[in-house]
C-alpha cells in the first residue's frame, strides 16, 4: 500500500467509526481535466473512499451541493449560474480548495477578457458561418454570462490552491492525504506547477 | 582580494570593494530571489523581489553596497512574504497565463513564485488588454507579459549601444516602448544578436518559431529549481 | 555693490534713516490667496484714495508676503498701531483712508470680531489666531514687501550672513546648525547639521545646495508663503549653507504652478546680484556664489531628493536607491545638499541668534518651529507657526478656532497624502516628530487636514491612496503595483463593492507597499490606509457588510427621499436639483425619481431644518414614492 494511504489508514483507525469526510466537487468554467487528474490516482481512490464520501460531484450525479467538510472547485467563473453555484459551495463546504489554472486564474477562458462580451457573442453566434440559425440565444435557461471570466478567489474566500494545468495526480494526492490527516497541506516548491 | 564580510542569514559572505550584496551573495553561491538583476547590467533596484532586510530596514540587495559587519536577512518568513507579495502582484497586473506561454519553464517569473511557493495570485486580476507587436521578423512583442524590469533597456542602451528600447508613462501607466518612428519593433535595429533579445525575464521578448523546441516538463526551471540555476555564474538559458 | 560689512550696515543704516518715524504703513498681504480676493485691486484704491486725500507723503502702502490668516483675507495691517483689518474689500477703502489713516478712527466691522461678537480686537497680535503661534519665520511676512529687498535689510537681513562671512570658519557654522538641533522640515526629518557635514567632507571640488520648494501635498501652501512672502531668507540660509559646505552654485526647484513664488524668487535673486549679496566676492569676503531657479513640472515624486536631482539634470524625475546619498552623489554625481523650504529660512535665525535659541522652542528631539497649513473643516484657515510640541488640540481648537457649522470634529490628517488621520482621542498628543509617529501619522512637510463628522473615512483613505497612484512614478513594483491595488480595494469598497477580507488585504498591501518601495512616496504610502482602519475599522466594516456609509458620504451608498409628511411643497429643492429627478409643483409634494437623482445632495442641503423634509438613508432601501393621487398637500394651517 501507498505509505500515505498507509497513513491515512492508520489515522482512521485511531479514531474508529469516524464519520466520514464529506467531499464535494464541481467544474464551473474548467474543461473537467483536474477532475481527470483527480482520478489518475488510481487505485488510491479505494483508499481514499474509506476515509470519505462524494457529495455533490461527477461521481454521485447530486445536483445541489449540501454541507460538505472540503468542496474542490475546478474552473473559473464565467456566468451568473457559476457564481450561484461557488456562492453555495462555500456556504456549504468548512474548507474550500481551488484547483487549476482556472479556478485560480481565470485560464483558458479568461483569455476573453481583453474582448467586449457583446463583440465575443457577436462572433461566435451570428457571424460565424454554418450557423443553421444565426442568432445569440436568449432562452431564459440559460445563464447568463459575464462581462469577464474571474478567478474563484475574487468572488469568495478561497481556503487553499492547487495550482497546476491540471495539477498532477501526485499532487492532488498528497494535498488531499495532508488535509485529511489533519496537516495543514504544505506547498513544496518543487511541486508546484502552473503549466 | 576580499576582505571583508558581511553576515547573510547567519552566513558568512566575503564581498570586494564596492560590491553589492546581491553580488557577493551570487559570487559566494548564495540565491537571493530577483527579476530585474543581470550580473553584466547596471543595477536598477526596481523589482525588489531581491529585498532583504539589512540592520533592520528592507533594502534592495542588488542596489546596497556590501558593507563589513552588516547583517543581512534574507530567507526569513517575512522577508519571503514580502516577495511574494510583489510576484503576486506583478502576476496580476499582466497577462501570465502559464499553460499557453511559450517561456513557460524558463520564465523567471514563474520559477521565481514557484521558489516562494505561491500557489495563487492572491490580488484581483488587472486582465490587461494591450496590443502585441509582431512586427519584427524574429521576435515578438508581448507587453501584456512586461513587468517592466527594465533589463532591455539597460541590455540595449548600454550594451547594444542601440537604445531600442524605453520605459514610458508613470506609475501604473508605466509601459515598455521601442525607439522607432513608428513605435514598432520592426522598424527598429534590433536584431537576434542584441543582448537585449536575451535578457527578458518573462515572455514578453520572444523569439519566433522556437515554439515547444524543448517539451513543456524539461525546462530550464523544470529540471532544476531557479535557487539552483540562478544562484551566480554564467547565466543559464 | 556692497563691498564689506561696513558698507553693509552703512546701507541698512542709510534704509533706516530715510523711513519717517511718524509715517503710517499699510501693509497688504499679497499673498497668492489674498490677491485672488482682491488684494490687488485694494492696493490701488489704496493709493489713489490716500493721493486724493494728499497724505502720499505720510503714508506708505505695501503688498507684502502672507501672514497666514487666509480665511479672513485680504488683510490689512496699519502700522505703527497695529490695527488689523480683515476680510478688507476696495468698498472699504474709502473709510480706512478717511476714517483711520486721517481721523485714527477704528473701523468696527473690519476689526476681529471674537466669539462674542461685542468683543472686537484691534491689533494683530491679539487675534486669537496669532496670539497662540510662534511666528518667527511667517511673522515678518507682512512687514516686508517681497519685491523689495532694502525689506528685508530694514529687519536686519543679510546680517546672518555677514556673520558667517567675516566672523564663522565653515565648520563652526555647520556646528552652530549641528547644536541648533534642526531636522529637515520638508517631512524626513532628517537632522540637518548632520547632512551639511556629510556633504561639507564628501570629497570634491565642485558641490551644489539645492532649495527643495517642489511642495505639492494637496492643500498645503507652507513653502509658498515664504517663498512668496520672504524670498530672501530663503536665499541668506541658502549661501550661508554654501559658503558651510563649500559650494559654489546652487538651485531654487520651484514647482510652476507656483508663479507668484516664482517671480519673487527671481526678483530677489536679481536684487541680491545687484546689492552683492550673490555672485562673486559676496560682500568682499572672496566667497563665491551664484543661484539659479529650476521649474519643476509639478510631479509630486520630485520632491524626493534624488528624483528631484534627476528632474534638474533634466530626466524623467525619478527616485534611485540610496546609498550613495546625495551628500556624497547628487547632482551630475557631485556632493550636493538639499533642502526644503522652510528648513533654509530657518538658517539665519540659528545663526543671529544662536544655537540655544533655537533650542528653546520645542520639545526633545524635535526643536524649533513648524509652518503647518491648517485646512479642511476648520474655522480658521490659513497658515500656523507652533514650537514644536503644541497639542494638536490647541491647534485645532485655539488657533483654529474649531470647526464650523456646529458639527463634530472627527480627525485631523497631518503630513500631506501620506499622513495619518489622528481622532478625537488623540487630539491631546505634542505635535512632534516622534509623538506623531507614535499614533500612525507623520510631520511630513506640514499638511494639516481637519475633518468633520460629515467626512468618511474610507473615502479619504481612498482619495489619498488615489492622488499617491496616480503620482507613483511606477519605477518600483511594491509602489506602482500596491497602490493600484489599494486604490481598486478602496474604490470597491466606497462603491459597496467591498467584500470580507477587503481590511486584511488592504493591511497586507500596506506591509509591503509601505517596506518594500524604493522611495518615502511608497513608504509612507500606507499611513492613510493604516490609520483609518487603526482608528475607524468601524467604518470600513459598515461599507462592506452593510453597504452603508456612516457619514452619508460615499455617493454610490447614499439615496435621497422626500418625507411626504414633512413636506411642504416650497419647490426650494425641485428647482436646486440639477437633474431634474425630483418632481412636484406648489401644493404638489416632491418626489425624488431614484433613477435620475445623481445623489449630489443638493436638495438635502437646501431643505430648510424646520422642515427636514429631505431623509437620507444609507444601508438600507428607500421607501416607495407616495402615490400620485395622495401627493396634493392639504393645508392644515387654513383648515384650523
Given at each position: 500500500m501507498n505509505p500515505i494511504a498507509a497513513d491515512l489508514k492508520s489515522a482512521d483507525m485511531d479514531t474508529p467509526r469516524k464519520p466520514k469526510v464529506r467531499i464535494a466537487t464541481t467544474s464551473l468554467a474548467g474543461c473537467f481535466g483536474c477532475h481527470m487528474s483527480f482520478l489518475d490516482i488510481d487505485e488510491r481512490l479505494v483508499a481514499l473512499l474509506e476515509l470519505v464520501e462524494f457529495d455533490r460531484s461527477p461521481l454521485t450525479d447530486i445536483k445541489v451541493c449540501g454541507p460538505c467538510e472540503i468542496g474542490i472547485i475546478e474552473g473559473g467563473v464565467c456566468n451568473a449560474e457559476n457564481v450561484h453555484v461557488l456562492r453555495t459551495f462555500r456556504e456549504q463546504c468548512t474548507t474550500l480548495v481551488a484547483i487549476g489554472a482556472c479556478a485560480i486564474n481565470g485560464g483558458l477562458p479568461a483569455q476573453?477578457?481583453?474582448?467586449p462580451l457583446a463583440t465575443l457573442l457577436q462572433e461566435v453566434y451570428?457571424?460565424?458561418?454554418?450557423?443553421?440559425?444565426g442568432g445569440i440565444p436568449n432562452d431564459p435557461e440559460l445563464p447568463l454570462p459575464l462581462h469577464k471570466v474571474h478567478p474563484l478567489h475574487e468572488v469568495v474566500k478561497v481556503d487553499y490552491f492547487i495550482p497546476?494545468?491540471?495539477?498532477?495526480a501526485e499532487v492532488i494526492w498528497t494535498f488531499l492525504s495532508d488535509l485529511l490527516a489533519g496537516r495543514a497541506p504544505a506547498s513544496d516548491r518543487r511541486t508546484i506547477h502552473f503549466d | 582580494m576580499s576582505d571583508s564580510c558581511f553576515s547573510l542569514d547567519g552566513a558568512s559572505i566575503a564581498f570586494a570593494a564596492g560590491q553589492t550584496i546581491l553580488q557577493a551573495a551570487m559570487d559566494a553561491g548564495h540565491y537571493i530571489p530577483h527579476l530585474c538583476?543581470?550580473?553584466?547590467l547596471k543595477p536598477h533596484?526596481?523589482?525588489?523581489?531581491c529585498s532583504v532586510r539589512v540592520d533592520g530596514n528592507m533594502m534592495a540587495s542588488c542596489t546596497t553596497p556590501a558593507r563589513q559587519g552588516m547583517k543581512v536577512e534574507s530567507a526569513t518568513t517575512e522577508v519571503d512574504d514580502q516577495r511574494r507579495a510583489v510576484v503576486q502582484m506583478l502576476f496580476v497586473e499582466g497577462?501570465?497565463?502559464?499553460?499557453?506561454?511559450?517561456?513557460?519553464?524558463?520564465c523567471k517569473l514563474q520559477a521565481t513564485a514557484y521558489e516562494l511557493q505561491?500557489?495563487?495570485?492572491h490580488f484581483d486580476h488587472f486582465f490587461p488588454d494591450r496590443a502585441v507587436d509582431a512586427s519584427h521578423p524574429d521576435f515578438l512583442l508581448d507587453?501584456?507579459?512586461?513587468?517592466?524590469?527594465s533589463l532591455c533597456v539597460r541590455a540595449s542602451r548600454d550594451?547594444?549601444?542601440?537604445?531600442v528600447f524605453g520605459l514610458a508613462g508613470r506609475g501604473i501607466g508605466t509601459r515598455l516602448i521601442v525607439n522607432s518612428e513608428s513605435g514598432r519593433l520592426g522598424d527598429?535595429?534590433?536584431?537576434?544578436?542584441?543582448k537585449a533579445a536575451q535578457?527578458?525575464?518573462?515572455?514578453?521578448?520572444l523569439r519566433k518559431?522556437?515554439?515547444?523546441?524543448v517539451p513543456i516538463g524539461q525546462r530550464t526551471y523544470d529540471v532544476a529549481p531557479i535557487r539552483e540555476s540562478d544562484r551566480g555564474g554564467p547565466e543559464k538559458r | 555693490m556692497i563691498n564689506s560689512l561696513t558698507e553693509l550696515e552703512q546701507f541698512r543704516q542709510g534704509i533706516l534713516s530715510k523711513k519717517d518715524p511718524d509715517g503710517i504703513r499699510v501693509s497688504v498681504c499679497a499673498g497668492a490667496g489674498c490677491l485672488a480676493s482682491g488684494a490687488g485691486k485694494i492696493i490701488a484704491a489704496l493709493n489713489e484714495e490716500i493721493e486724493k486725500q494728499g497724505m502720499q507723503d505720510r503714508v506708505l502702502v505695501k503688498g507684502t508676503?502672507?501672514?497666514?490668516f487666509c480665511e479672513r483675507g485680504p488683510i490689512v495691517v496699519i502700522d505703527p498701531d497695529e490695527i488689523c483689518y480683515l476680510?478688507?474689500?476696495?468698498?472699504d477703502v474709502a473709510a480706512i483712508v478717511s476714517?483711520?489713516?486721517?481721523?485714527?478712527?477704528?473701523?468696527d466691522r473690519l476689526l476681529y470680531a471674537g466669539p462674542g461678537k461685542d468683543e472686537k480686537t484691534v491689533r494683530e497680535a491679539d487675534i486669537p489666531f496669532y496670539k497662540?503661534?510662534?511666528?518667527?519665520?511667517?511673522?515678518?511676512n507682512i512687514k516686508?514687501?517681497?519685491?523689495?529687498?532694502d525689506d528685508y535689510l530694514a529687519l536686519d537681513g543679510y546680517s546672518a550672513l555677514a556673520k558667517v562671512l567675516f566672523q564663522m570658519a565653515p565648520e563652526q557654522v555647520v556646528d552652530e546648525v549641528k547644536k541648533s538641533n534642526l531636522r529637515g522640515r520638508?517631512?524626513?526629518?532628517?537632522?540637518t547639521g548632520i547632512k551639511w557635514d556629510a556633504a561639507r567632507n564628501a570629497p570634491g571640488d565642485t558641490k551644489y545646495v539645492i532649495v527643495n520648494?517642489?511642495?505639492?501635498?494637496?492643500?498645503?501652501?507652507m513653502d509658498r508663503a515664504v517663498l512668496e512672502g520672504n524670498p530672501h531668507s530663503i536665499l541668506e540660509g541658502l549661501i550661508i549653507g554654501a559658503y558651510a559646505i563649500g559650494a559654489h552654485e546652487g538651485y531654487v526647484?520651484?514647482?510652476?504652478?507656483?508663479p507668484l513664488a516664482l517671480e519673487n524668487v527671481g526678483i530677489a535673486i536679481r536684487q541680491a546680484e545687484e546689492y552683492g549679496l550673490?555672485?562673486?566676492?559676496i560682500l568682499g569676503s572672496g566667497f563665491d556664489f551664484k543661484v539659479k531657479v529650476h521649474r519643476g513640472?509639478?510631479?509630486?515624486?520630485?520632491?524626493?531628493e534624488t528624483a528631484l536631482l534627476l528632474s534638474l539634470e533634466g530626466k524623467p524625475g525619478e527616485p534611485r536607491a540610496r546609498p550613495p546619498f546625495p551628500a556624497t552623489r547628487?547632482?551630475?554625481g557631485k556632493p550636493t545638499n538639499i533642502n526644503n523650504v522652510e528648513t533654509w529660512a530657518n538658517i539665519p535665525l540659528i545663526v543671529n541668534n544662536g544655537a540655544d535659541w533655537f533650542n528653546q522652542f520645542g520639545t526633545g528631539k524635535s526643536k524649533g518651529t513648524k509652518i503647518f497649513s491648517l485646512v479642511g473643516?476648520?474655522?480658521?484657515t490659513g497658515l500656523v507657526e507652533v514650537p514644536m510640541g503644541v497639542t494638536l488640540r490647541d491647534i485645532v481648537y485655539?488657533?483654529?478656532?474649531?470647526?464650523?457649522?456646529?458639527k463634530k470634529f472627527k480627525a485631523v490628517q497631518t503630513g500631506g497624502p501620506a499622513g495619518g488621520c489622528i481622532p478625537e482621542e488623540h487630539l491631546?498628543?505634542?505635535?512632534d516628530y516622534d509623538e506623531l509617529a507614535k499614533v500612525g501619522a507623520i510631520m511630513g512637510s506640514g499638511g494639516m487636514i481637519v475633518m468633520d463628522e460629515d467626512t468618511c473615512m474610507v473615502d479619504v483613505a481612498r482619495y489619498f491612496i488615489n492622488f499617491l497612484a496616480q503620482e507613483?512614478?511606477?519605477?518600483?513594483s511594491p509602489c506602482r503595483e500596491g497602490l493600484k491595488q489599494m486604490q481598486r480595494i478602496l474604490t470597491n469598497i466606497t462603491e459597496g463593492n467591498g467584500k470580507e477580507g477587503d481590511i486584511e488585504l488592504l493591511e497586507e498591501l500596506a506591509m509591503s507597499t509601505g517596506s518594500a518601495s524604493l522611495c518615502a512616496l511608497g513608504r509612507t504610502a500606507p499611513n492613510p490606509v493604516l490609520s483609518t482602519i487603526r482608528y475607524f475599522r468601524h467604518e470600513y466594516e459598515a461599507h462592506i457588510?452593510?453597504?452603508?456609509c456612516p457619514s452619508y458620504s460615499c455617493e454610490k451608498l447614499v439615496s435621497y427621499y422626500i418625507d411626504p409628511q414633512a413636506c411642504?411643497?416650497?419647490?426650494l429643492c425641485l428647482k436646486n436639483c440639477a437633474t431634474d429627478a425630483i418632481s412636484g409643483s406648489r401644493g404638489q409634494i416632491h418626489v425624488i425619481d431614484q433613477a435620475k437623482?445623481?445623489?449630489?445632495?443638493s436638495c438635502y442641503d437646501v431643505c430648510p431644518p424646520h422642515y427636514g423634509a429631505v431623509l437620507r438613508f444609507s444601508g438600507e432601501s428607500v421607501p416607495e414614492p407616495i402615490p400620485v393621487e395622495r401627493?396634493?398637500?392639504?393645508e392644515k394651517s387654513k383648515a384650523i
Amino acid at each position: 500500500m501507498n505509505p500515505i494511504a498507509a497513513d491515512l489508514k492508520s489515522a482512521d483507525m485511531d479514531t474508529p467509526r469516524k464519520p466520514k469526510v464529506r467531499i464535494a466537487t464541481t467544474s464551473l468554467a474548467g474543461c473537467f481535466g483536474c477532475h481527470m487528474s483527480f482520478l489518475d490516482i488510481d487505485e488510491r481512490l479505494v483508499a481514499l473512499l474509506e476515509l470519505v464520501e462524494f457529495d455533490r460531484s461527477p461521481l454521485t450525479d447530486i445536483k445541489v451541493c449540501g454541507p460538505c467538510e472540503i468542496g474542490i472547485i475546478e474552473g473559473g467563473v464565467c456566468n451568473a449560474e457559476n457564481v450561484h453555484v461557488l456562492r453555495t459551495f462555500r456556504e456549504q463546504c468548512t474548507t474550500l480548495v481551488a484547483i487549476g489554472a482556472c479556478a485560480i486564474n481565470g485560464g483558458l477562458p479568461a483569455q476573453r477578457n481583453h474582448l467586449p462580451l457583446a463583440t465575443l457573442l457577436q462572433e461566435v453566434y451570428t457571424t460565424r458561418p454554418g450557423l443553421a440559425h444565426g442568432g445569440i440565444p436568449n432562452d431564459p435557461e440559460l445563464p447568463l454570462p459575464l462581462h469577464k471570466v474571474h478567478p474563484l478567489h475574487e468572488v469568495v474566500k478561497v481556503d487553499y490552491f492547487i495550482p497546476g494545468c491540471p495539477p498532477s495526480a501526485e499532487v492532488i494526492w498528497t494535498f488531499l492525504s495532508d488535509l485529511l490527516a489533519g496537516r495543514a497541506p504544505a506547498s513544496d516548491r518543487r511541486t508546484i506547477h502552473f503549466d | 582580494m576580499s576582505d571583508s564580510c558581511f553576515s547573510l542569514d547567519g552566513a558568512s559572505i566575503a564581498f570586494a570593494a564596492g560590491q553589492t550584496i546581491l553580488q557577493a551573495a551570487m559570487d559566494a553561491g548564495h540565491y537571493i530571489p530577483h527579476l530585474c538583476f543581470h550580473p553584466e547590467l547596471k543595477p536598477h533596484g526596481s523589482c525588489k523581489v531581491c529585498s532583504v532586510r539589512v540592520d533592520g530596514n528592507m533594502m534592495a540587495s542588488c542596489t546596497t553596497p556590501a558593507r563589513q559587519g552588516m547583517k543581512v536577512e534574507s530567507a526569513t518568513t517575512e522577508v519571503d512574504d514580502q516577495r511574494r507579495a510583489v510576484v503576486q502582484m506583478l502576476f496580476v497586473e499582466g497577462n501570465h497565463f502559464c499553460p499557453s506561454c511559450e517561456q513557460s519553464g524558463r520564465c523567471k517569473l514563474q520559477a521565481t513564485a514557484y521558489e516562494l511557493q505561491m500557489t495563487s495570485p492572491h490580488f484581483d486580476h488587472f486582465f490587461p488588454d494591450r496590443a502585441v507587436d509582431a512586427s519584427h521578423p524574429d521576435f515578438l512583442l508581448d507587453f501584456n507579459r512586461c513587468i517592466l524590469c527594465s533589463l532591455c533597456v539597460r541590455a540595449s542602451r548600454d550594451v547594444d549601444q542601440k537604445a531600442v528600447f524605453g520605459l514610458a508613462g508613470r506609475g501604473i501607466g508605466t509601459r515598455l516602448i521601442v525607439n522607432s518612428e513608428s513605435g514598432r519593433l520592426g522598424d527598429s535595429d534590433f536584431a537576434a544578436t542584441d543582448k537585449a533579445a536575451q535578457v527578458c525575464p518573462v515572455g514578453a521578448i520572444l523569439r519566433k518559431r522556437q515554439g515547444f523546441n524543448v517539451p513543456i516538463g524539461q525546462r530550464t526551471y523544470d529540471v532544476a529549481p531557479i535557487r539552483e540555476s540562478d544562484r551566480g555564474g554564467p547565466e543559464k538559458r | 555693490m556692497i563691498n564689506s560689512l561696513t558698507e553693509l550696515e552703512q546701507f541698512r543704516q542709510g534704509i533706516l534713516s530715510k523711513k519717517d518715524p511718524d509715517g503710517i504703513r499699510v501693509s497688504v498681504c499679497a499673498g497668492a490667496g489674498c490677491l485672488a480676493s482682491g488684494a490687488g485691486k485694494i492696493i490701488a484704491a489704496l493709493n489713489e484714495e490716500i493721493e486724493k486725500q494728499g497724505m502720499q507723503d505720510r503714508v506708505l502702502v505695501k503688498g507684502t508676503g502672507c501672514p497666514g490668516f487666509c480665511e479672513r483675507g485680504p488683510i490689512v495691517v496699519i502700522d505703527p498701531d497695529e490695527i488689523c483689518y480683515l476680510q478688507v474689500k476696495p468698498k472699504d477703502v474709502a473709510a480706512i483712508v478717511s476714517k483711520t489713516l486721517k481721523e485714527k478712527k477704528l473701523i468696527d466691522r473690519l476689526l476681529y470680531a471674537g466669539p462674542g461678537k461685542d468683543e472686537k480686537t484691534v491689533r494683530e497680535a491679539d487675534i486669537p489666531f496669532y496670539k497662540n503661534q510662534e511666528r518667527n519665520i511667517i511673522g515678518n511676512n507682512i512687514k516686508i514687501d517681497p519685491k523689495c529687498i532694502d525689506d528685508y535689510l530694514a529687519l536686519d537681513g543679510y546680517s546672518a550672513l555677514a556673520k558667517v562671512l567675516f566672523q564663522m570658519a565653515p565648520e563652526q557654522v555647520v556646528d552652530e546648525v549641528k547644536k541648533s538641533n534642526l531636522r529637515g522640515r520638508g517631512g524626513g526629518g532628517f537632522p540637518t547639521g548632520i547632512k551639511w557635514d556629510a556633504a561639507r567632507n564628501a570629497p570634491g571640488d565642485t558641490k551644489y545646495v539645492i532649495v527643495n520648494a517642489d511642495e505639492g501635498d494637496p492643500g498645503a501652501f507652507m513653502d509658498r508663503a515664504v517663498l512668496e512672502g520672504n524670498p530672501h531668507s530663503i536665499l541668506e540660509g541658502l549661501i550661508i549653507g554654501a559658503y558651510a559646505i563649500g559650494a559654489h552654485e546652487g538651485y531654487v526647484y520651484v514647482r510652476q504652478e507656483y508663479p507668484l513664488a516664482l517671480e519673487n524668487v527671481g526678483i530677489a535673486i536679481r536684487q541680491a546680484e545687484e546689492y552683492g549679496l550673490l555672485g562673486s566676492n559676496i560682500l568682499g569676503s572672496g566667497f563665491d556664489f551664484k543661484v539659479k531657479v529650476h521649474r519643476g513640472a509639478g510631479a509630486f515624486v520630485c520632491g524626493e531628493e534624488t528624483a528631484l536631482l534627476l528632474s534638474l539634470e533634466g530626466k524623467p524625475g525619478e527616485p534611485r536607491a540610496r546609498p550613495p546619498f546625495p551628500a556624497t552623489r547628487g547632482l551630475w554625481g557631485k556632493p550636493t545638499n538639499i533642502n526644503n523650504v522652510e528648513t533654509w529660512a530657518n538658517i539665519p535665525l540659528i545663526v543671529n541668534n544662536g544655537a540655544d535659541w533655537f533650542n528653546q522652542f520645542g520639545t526633545g528631539k524635535s526643536k524649533g518651529t513648524k509652518i503647518f497649513s491648517l485646512v479642511g473643516k476648520i474655522k480658521n484657515t490659513g497658515l500656523v507657526e507652533v514650537p514644536m510640541g503644541v497639542t494638536l488640540r490647541d491647534i485645532v481648537y485655539k488657533i483654529g478656532d474649531g470647526i464650523p457649522g456646529g458639527k463634530k470634529f472627527k480627525a485631523v490628517q497631518t503630513g500631506g497624502p501620506a499622513g495619518g488621520c489622528i481622532p478625537e482621542e488623540h487630539l491631546d498628543i505634542a505635535v512632534d516628530y516622534d509623538e506623531l509617529a507614535k499614533v500612525g501619522a507623520i510631520m511630513g512637510s506640514g499638511g494639516m487636514i481637519v475633518m468633520d463628522e460629515d467626512t468618511c473615512m474610507v473615502d479619504v483613505a481612498r482619495y489619498f491612496i488615489n492622488f499617491l497612484a496616480q503620482e507613483s512614478c511606477g519605477k518600483c513594483s511594491p509602489c506602482r503595483e500596491g497602490l493600484k491595488q489599494m486604490q481598486r480595494i478602496l474604490t470597491n469598497i466606497t462603491e459597496g463593492n467591498g467584500k470580507e477580507g477587503d481590511i486584511e488585504l488592504l493591511e497586507e498591501l500596506a506591509m509591503s507597499t509601505g517596506s518594500a518601495s524604493l522611495c518615502a512616496l511608497g513608504r509612507t504610502a500606507p499611513n492613510p490606509v493604516l490609520s483609518t482602519i487603526r482608528y475607524f475599522r468601524h467604518e470600513y466594516e459598515a461599507h462592506i457588510r452593510e453597504k452603508r456609509c456612516p457619514s452619508y458620504s460615499c455617493e454610490k451608498l447614499v439615496s435621497y427621499y422626500i418625507d411626504p409628511q414633512a413636506c411642504t411643497a416650497c419647490l426650494l429643492c425641485l428647482k436646486n436639483c440639477a437633474t431634474d429627478a425630483i418632481s412636484g409643483s406648489r401644493g404638489q409634494i416632491h418626489v425624488i425619481d431614484q433613477a435620475k437623482c445623481t445623489r449630489c445632495r443638493s436638495c438635502y442641503d437646501v431643505c430648510p431644518p424646520h422642515y427636514g423634509a429631505v431623509l437620507r438613508f444609507s444601508g438600507e432601501s428607500v421607501p416607495e414614492p407616495i402615490p400620485v393621487e395622495r401627493r396634493t398637500l392639504v393645508e392644515k394651517s387654513k383648515a384650523i
